[in-house]
């Protein structure tokens, strides 16, 4: 194996002997061979195609691929079959995950069209789904684009809700943007032999691993914690190797590949996922409390488990807030290393019908943050200040309570 290459169909000969932790496991899965390879950091590979002067073997691993979409072994073919920089973030993402394998592809919308696709390649085009969701996901399965039927349903409704034709059951746990959440170990229960999918984009692999608790796929839009700095787009299925080797089999086809830049970032980040996770949960746990107490505020979400993710509901206008913000980037996505906070109402949900979206508990009076690294104080002096500030002008007290009073 050259400097940069990686054969992934290898990389039991580089798995640890023991079990390790997950604050190791994200500094090292993906490169444990770098040490044999002679080298420190992890290569970058960005070849589109690969030579070969033997035609013969270049057929009958494309027809193996075919088969089976497994990995083809020996070197890399083609840039949109396979590439040696991605396959190192899929194999640390599935190490962490506690899955066989992991797919990546150009976004997490992109992850979750080739789950649906593979899906109703086999016939089964229903899916039982629990809003919140993610709008776009929610979008995608609504509107049938792909040819998909959805029964929407609360958590105790899942079993009825199976049909003959259902291929998947999806849930995203701590939810977006209202932070609900469900017991997947119930869940999985209730879905019989469907598989579970899990969007854990809020947790991560810090927080849950859906597989330990009966999920069959775990959806990670990795354009947010897992790359971390806000500078990359990327989606990722962990999952068992035979359902990746059909998710292979659709990103091959459709294209929706992963740019091997981003999965350099995605690598890197994922060596601090762990740190940064922390860190930004014990502020977004601070900030919860204080929000909690605050008079200006009608209800705080924030999830059991923890997390960067804070939702809450104010008595004033949460488009004042927005413009008031200075420290506080007000910007759609999440988890980057600075705060982020946005009105879901108008943005991440606006595609979400209404009455759905206010009957899965996102109201126009909702704002969503993602709490950054910056320190805790700064953030809270930000956020009260824009919290009391009206367009033009300060806001008095007697005013925030009588909004408060007339919302009641």
């Not at 061979?33 to 033997?54: F, K, N, R």
């Not at 776009?136 to 959805?150: K, R």
């Not at 190797?241 to 292979?248: N, P, T």
Request: overall charge negative; proline content about 6%; glycine content about 8%.
């Amino acid at each position: 194996m050259d400097a940069l290459s990686y054969d992934a169909s290898h990389d039991a000969s580089f798995a640890p002997a023991t079990p390790r932790a997950l604050a190791t496991e994200a500094v090292h899965a993906g490169r444990d061979d770098l040490a044999a390879l002679g080298l420190h950091a992890v290569p970058l590979d960005l070849s589109t195609t690969y030579p070969s002067h033997d035609a013969r073997a270049e057929a009958e691993r494309i027809d193996a691929f075919a088969t089976t979409g497994a990995r083809p072994e020996g070197p890399p073919v083609y840039a949109r079959l396979d590439n040696p920089t991605t396959a190192r973030f899929e194999t640390a993402l599935a190490r962490l995950e506690g899955t066989e394998s992991a797919v990546a592809f150009a976004s997490g919308m992109a992850a979750l069209t080739a789950v649906l696709l593979v899906r109703a390649s086999m016939g089964l085009r229903h899916v039982v789904a629990v809003r919140p969701l993610y709008g776009c996901s929610d979008h995608l399965l609504t509107a049938g684009l792909l040819g998909t039927e959805v029964t929407w349903t609360d958590v105790a409704g899942i079993a009825d809700a199976i049909r003959p034709d259902t291929g998947l059951v999806m849930v995203e746990t701590p939810a977006n943007p209202t932070l609900a959440e469900v017991d997947i170990r119930a869940v999985a229960r209730a879905c019989g032999s469907v598989p579970l999918l899990v969007d854990s984009t809020f947790a991560t692999p810090v927080l849950q691993r859906p597989v330990e608790h009966g999920a069959r796929i775990v959806l990670h839009s990795a354009t947010k914690y897992l790359g971390g700095h806000g500078d990359v787009l990327a989606g990722v299925v962990a999952c068992d190797e035979e359902f990746a080797g059909k998710l292979r089999q659709v990103r091959f086809a459709t294209g929706g590949v992963l740019h091997p830049l981003a999965s350099y970032l995605l690598l890197r980040g994922l060596s601090t996922l762990p740190v940064r996770m922390r860190a930004a949960s014990a502020s977004a746990a601070e900030l919860a409390r204080r929000l909690s107490a605050d008079p200006r505020i009608a209800r705080v979400h924030y999830p059991e488990i923890g997390g960067a993710m804070v939702s809450f509901e104010v008595y004033g206008d949460p488009h004042d807030v927005i413009a008031g913000v200075r420290l506080i980037t007000p910007a759609v996505s999440l988890g980057s290393v600075d705060t982020l906070i946005q009105h879901p109402a108008s943005i991440s949900h606006r595609i979400v019908d209404e009455d759905d979206r206010r009957s899965a508990g996102v109201s126009d009076r909702l704002l969503r943050m993602s709490v950054g690294l910056e320190d805790v104080e700064d953030l809270w002096r930000d956020l009260t200040e824009a919290l009391s500030a009206r367009p033009g002008r300060p806001a008095a007290e007697g005013a925030v309570r009588e909004s408060r009073s007339a919302v009641r």
